[in-house]
């Protein structure tokens, strides 16, 4: 007869996860002994990188991903990156082991008392099975959370003691779908507000990137002849940045947005939070009369929008049904935005002659991870997105998820065999959150090259004090931080680079056999936030 162990790795492989992220645990040691040969465990040394890691790897591959945790403390150590999980929309099943169940009444060193709520509100689904015999199906019932629409994390907690007991006869494997078709009448009525609208607006979420629908979007912004945005501080690039119609990603604060939007009566707003806002600048919600449309695959998202009408739906179904349906117009394209100058030459430089340089020298099928959250601006304004699935950050905010999850991509495009080169742009701040990942992308041989913008502060703090008029905040300098050691110290290669080397150095760095680490100093000028 098979056990829990022998039958939950059986349903494991049936479901694609054979790739298991984590940093083990006396917890976990019964559910990974003699782990199979053909799993592949990838080894972090702390489980806010597993947890990050597990995430590139699912947002890279388009698959769910499996990372197991410590128990209380490991789960804890990786809640950071669970919440980003949560906010990115990435399929992830986190398993942590739990005590022996006949301990559990006395709360033993290492017991989770309270397991399923730590993880919450940050799953989709919590669980402790009631019977060792019921961690299979719990698996089953965790896969069929994660993938489903609004997908997410999810969570399962298991008692150290269940895996060596009888199974019982394996679950069924299932599928289930991944994508909601919109409602024909309400979808009719986006129609007839579009038709009317005199000077449409299009503002596109990551929710673009995830469902493959870059095709739709531009059909749908050509047939509205509408101008294009991207969602306030998206996660991932939305739409070509070099097509005539890009604006740009819209601010992050109310009155500045509504702002931005003034002159259009329909605002579309597909696959995005209505908004994602921060910091509070007071202001109204749109401009003047204009109505907004939302549409979303997320009923909570579409629940707790201030303005507009929503439409439930899978944003490429209802993106492709809108360009079916709307008839042609006479308007005229918008013109092209203007194009940013060269930037100064100084010394240090400035993010922007950093990022002008990064352009130049980037890989034409290259994927950008970024977390730099003061030079944001700057990189997108210098290093535009031209493919899908080609961009990445944080939904959360939270720091501490860059490093890892350029891991975690730079693993998939391994193992898909696709190849695309993997270049992560973390600032020296955030570098550090998660710096562990280093050792692991070393021990993988990942070709990571990992450009680090050195200004010895948190500059986005600093910004924000300023715009909040709050002086005199400590702990805003990070002096004495060598980069290019600690880089050394996890097995990578590393030197500080300038500009005029930047190309040579990223070639290098992007043909190696081993993560590279590229520290640039760059100016400490502190760059406005809005």
Not at 273 to 289: A, C, K
Not at 317 to 326: F, G, K, P, Q
Not at 432 to 460: C, D, E, F, G, K
């Amino acid at each position: 007869m098979a056990t829990v162990r022998e039958a939950t790795y059986d349903l494991l492989r049936a479901l694609g996860l054979t790739t298991v992220f984590g940093n083990p645990g006396s917890t976990e040691e019964p559910f990974l002994q003699e782990f199979p040969a053909d799993f592949h465990y990838v080894h972090a040394l702390q489980e806010a990188s597993a947890v990050a890691m597990a995430d590139g790897y699912a947002q890279s591959t388009g698959r769910p991903a499996h990372v197991n945790l410590h128990t209380a403390p490991g789960t804890g150590n990786g809640m950071g990156n669970l919440v980003t999980a949560w906010h990115n929309r990435t399929p992830l099943i986190v398993s942590a082991g739990q005590q022996t169940r006949e301990m559990l009444l006395i709360e033993p060193r290492l017991a989770s008392p309270r397991a399923v709520e730590l993880a919450q509100p940050y799953v989709k689904w919590a669980h402790e099975p009631a019977r060792a015999q019921d961690i299979p199906a719990a698996f089953m019932r965790a896969y069929a959370s994660a993938v489903q629409p609004p997908a997410g994390p999810v969570f399962l907690s298991l008692p150290m003691d269940d895996w060596d007991r009888p199974a019982d006869p394996p679950p069924q494997v299932r599928t289930v779908a991944t994508r909601i078709a919109p409602d024909p009448d309400r979808l009719r009525s986006f129609v007839d507000a579009l038709a009317a609208a005199h000077a449409p607006a299009l503002v596109l979420g990551a929710a673009v990137d995830r469902s493959d629908a870059w095709p739709d979007a531009v059909a749908l912004a050509e047939r509205l002849a509408a101008p294009v945005w991207a969602a306030p501080a998206p996660e991932r690039a939305v739409f070509p940045e070099r097509h005539p119609h890009f604006r740009g990603v819209l601010p992050y604060a109310i009155g500045p947005l509504s702002e931005a939007l003034r002159g259009h009566d329909v605002v579309l707003v597909v696959g995005a939070p209505v908004f994602r806002y921060y910091p509070h600048v007071p202001g109204d919600y749109l401009p003047g009369d204009a109505r907004l449309l939302h549409v979303t695959d997320d009923p909570d998202e579409a629940a707790r929008a201030p303005v507009g009408d929503s439409l439930l739906g899978d944003a490429r179904l209802t993106m492709a049904a809108l360009c079916e349906l709307l008839p042609a117009t006479d308007r005229p394209a918008p013109s092209p935005r203007p194009q940013p100058a060269p930037p100064e030459q100084a010394d240090p430089p400035s993010a922007d002659a950093l990022f002008a340089a990064l352009a130049a020298a980037w890989p034409a099928d290259g994927v950008l991870v970024q977390e730099s959250p003061s030079n944001l601006a700057a990189l997108r304004r210098r290093l535009p997105i031209e493919r899908p699935r080609s961009y990445l950050t944080m939904a959360s905010g939270g720091l501490g998820f860059g490093l890892p999850a350029a891991v975690g991509m730079a693993l998939a495009e391994r193992d898909t065999g696709r190849g695309r080169p993997v270049v992560a742009v973390v600032g020296d701040g955030s570098f550090h959150y998660s710096v562990q990942a280093l050792w692991t992308a070393a021990r993988l041989r990942l070709p990571l090259a990992v450009v680090v913008p050195v200004n010895q502060q948190y500059a986005i703090l600093k910004a924000f004090a300023e715009l909040k008029h709050t002086p005199g905040v400590p702990a805003l300098d990070l002096p004495g931080l060598d980069v290019t050691a600690v880089a050394h110290g996890y097995g990578c290669a590393g030197e500080v680079t300038t500009l005029d080397g930047l190309g040579t150095a990223l070639d290098a760095a992007l043909a190696a056999d081993r993560p590279t680490v590229l520290p640039v100093p760059i100016s400490t000028d502190v760059p406005r936030i809005l």
